[in-house]
């Protein structure tokens, strides 16, 4: 766990509880931390599922891995430390999106298993929730898929230090969501997420139906 360098700093609470952001939106705030494999479908899961909580009046804001290096942690690069950091970091924004009652989309790579527990740690202490979902899908599967054409270039040593070619991928042993991308559709992949939602008091009833059968919720 990092280490905090300030000092004569101290957490100023407000008049407005957690409780009661969480009562203004129907709905209590989340992290969903969507690891894998480059090309193995972490945005593309994350988008339709932005999407359908949209289509059921639910808020949530992704936090995506190039998105974040454009902005936050543009000053950071691809060496273990430097992703140890970019990990750290979007933790901690997600976190406060937790506590403002979003539930927050969070797709990254985050290869190393001590980085994504560390995440899970910010969270539990701060009695917000982290669903891990590990979105399974083979190196040879993902290096088909290659949509940036990242792998392409790893393998032609024009990318160093690229996960699953000179890099490291620490799967997941007990994720809360496993899904296998090369054997399911997005759609299936979104009820998952959205099922784990709705079963654990995340997405409340009225607005909340299978992705299937959705309506809008302001005709609820």
């Known amino acids: 766990m990092t280490k905090q360098k ?12 957690r409780e009661d952001r969480y009562n203004i939106l129907r709905q209590r705030g989340a992290t969903i931390w969507f690891t894998g494999l480059s090309g ?5 899961i994350a988008i339709a599922l932005e999407r359908a909580l949209y289509d059921i009046g639910k808020l949530s804001y992704r936090l995506d891995g190039d998105n974040v290096r454009l902005g936050i942690n543009k000053n950071l690069g691809f060496s273990e430390a430097d992703r140890t ?3 750290r970091r979007i933790g901690e924004v997600a976190k406060l999106f937790g506590d403002a009652g979003i539930i927050s989309l969070s797709s990254f790579i ?5 980085d994504r ?3 899970r740690q910010l969270h539990d202490q701060a009695g917000l929730e982290f669903i891990e979902v590990f ?8 290096e088909k898929r290659d949509p940036k054409g990242l792998y392409k270039k790893a393998r032609a040593g024009e990318i160093k230090n690229f996960t699953g070619i000179d890099a ?3 799967a997941p042993v007990n994720p809360e969501i496993h899904l296998k991308t090369d ?9 998952i997420v959205l099922d784990h939602l709705h079963h654990n008091g995340f997405i409340m009833q009225p607005q909340y139906t299978r992705a299937g059968d959705r309506t809008s919720a302001a005709s609820q």
Do not use: R
């Not at 300030?6 to 509880?17: I, K, L, M, P, Y």
């Not at 985050?110 to 001590?114: A, G, I, L, N």
């Open 85 to 87: 950091e970019n990990i």
């Open 168 to 170: 490291p991928y620490e």
């Open 183 to 191: 054997e399911m559709t997005v759609a299936q992949e979104v009820q």
């Open 110 to 114: 985050s290869p190393y298993k001590d």
């Open 40 to 44: 193995s479908g972490k945005s593309t």
């Open 117 to 119: 527990d560390e995440v």
């Open 135 to 142: 979105v399974d899908c083979s190196l040879a599967e993902a």
């Open 6 to 17: 300030a000092t004569n700093v101290t957490w100023q609470d407000g008049e407005v509880s």
